[in-house]
């Protein structure tokens, strides 16, 4: 092989040197969203890492078409789950979209959206919830849909994917101790997440009773913040990393067994804290679980009131793919009585949410949609669970455009409300 150009950067040395692991094979190609979609090899896993080593290797210039590519890309690793190699692509793509924000070269709507949500708003726990405020009083109004015919084309097709604003009450950060009830088992801290805080607290409520119930004491330290996932993603690495830091210095003060997180995108990035930061992110990353495979592992305190109903259970990426993490909610579910895991053809494909794309690449976000959803139409279940607040949302948008009649919820609401069905009194300190 020749050696690379002697100008060539850190990064691309270490893009270059991930993707000598490719083998060519192409079995990875069949579980990729844009190749399923395009069909064409620039637009899958190969293409892709061919592209990238080309770049490294001073064969092509970082153009455009690199850029375009990197960020078509859903990121969703399914490439990884399937490659034999072992091509580790989620690194890779993280490299490459930090050397692509380095070259300046992406400019319009995407960047502009993705730069305000990334540095100006979900760092600051404030802003953020400020401007959910306005947007819950603006949906109370129902001025959403007044000013919609005046909205621009692209923002009139994101109206259906934004949730509906929970009432004050449900936003509410858990308080930030929790006794464990019964049997104590151990002490662990909670990621309650800066979306997932203002958008689906009814899920961290949830979280939190469940882990209480089965024993736990849950820490909700005040000084812990955005995960910084969406960032790593967009290629921001340092921003990733100054928002790892903080967790890390928040959680250590916890002195908790593990770090448990229910949304599997901020899990994700979180066990790749080691990569950013070496040696304390490493120390923080090995303490995170995902509350499915947490709580599967410290075997689940018997469920007792039935669910009559039949659920399809859908992988997120960042769980399955991310995480490894496919069983543990599985084999939660069945243990809940009377509830019945419905299969259905496509639960390891993306749903095309995958963090801020469906903003930024609306058209292959929804043509990606529409294949899961045709899947899960098949299936018709009463229920579709799912970890991640982009896929909840996704699906959610997915159902409502079908008219579906199945409800969207996250597999730890449903352990939730068979532990406490309405009218069931909580322990003290359940609220
Ligand atoms: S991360 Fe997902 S979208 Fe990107 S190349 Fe891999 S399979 Fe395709
Ligand atoms: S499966 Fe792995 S080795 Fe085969 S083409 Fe895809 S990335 Fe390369």
Partial sequence: MEPLPPETGERWREIHALSLDCVHCGLCLPTCPTYRE????????????????????????????????????????ACETACPSGVRFGSMLEHARAEVETANLRAGTAKRIERFALRSLLPHRRRLRFVVSVLAVVQRLRLDRMLLPLLPRRLRELHPLLPKVPPRRDRRRPRKLVR?????????????????????????????????????????????????????????????????????????????????????????????????????????????????????????RPPDTPIDARVCYDDPCHLVHGQRVAEAPRNLLRQIPGLKLQPHDDPEGCCGAAGIYNLTHPEMSRAVLERKMRSLAAADPDIIATGNPGC????????????????????????????????????????
């Fill in 38 to 77: 395009t069909g064409s090899e620039i637009s899958s896993p190969r293409g892709r890492i061919y592209l990238l080593r080309s770049v490294a290797e001073g064969r092509i210039p970082l153009s455009e078409v690199v850029s375009d590519e990197a960020y078509l890309c859903l990121g969703c690793r």
């Fill in 180 to 300: 464990g009830w019964g049997d104590r088992r151990g002490r662990v801290g909670f990621l309650v997440g800066c979306i997932a805080s203002e958008l689906f607290g009814h899920v961290n409520a949830a979280t939190v009773r469940v882990l209480a119930c089965n024993g736990f004491d849950v820490v909700v330290p005040r000084s812990q913040g955005c995960c910084g996932a969406l960032h790593a993603h967009a290629g921001d690495l340092r921003g990733a990393s100054e928002l790892a830091r903080r967790n890390i210095a928040a959680f250590a003060e916890a002195e908790v067994d593990a770090i448990v997180v229910n949304s599997a995108g901020c899990g994700a990035a979180m066990r790749d804290a080691g990569r950013w930061l070496p040696g304390e992110g490493e120390a923080f990353a090995a303490k995170v679980r995902d509350v499915a495979e947490f709580l599967d592992a410290a075997g689940l």
């Fill in 392 to 431: 909840l949302m996704q699906i959610g948008a997915g159902v409502a455009r079908l008219g579906l009649r199945a409800r969207v919820v996250h597999p730890i609401e449903l352990l939730d409300e068979s532990y406490f069905p309405p009218g069931r009194p909580l322990p003290a300190g359940g609220r």
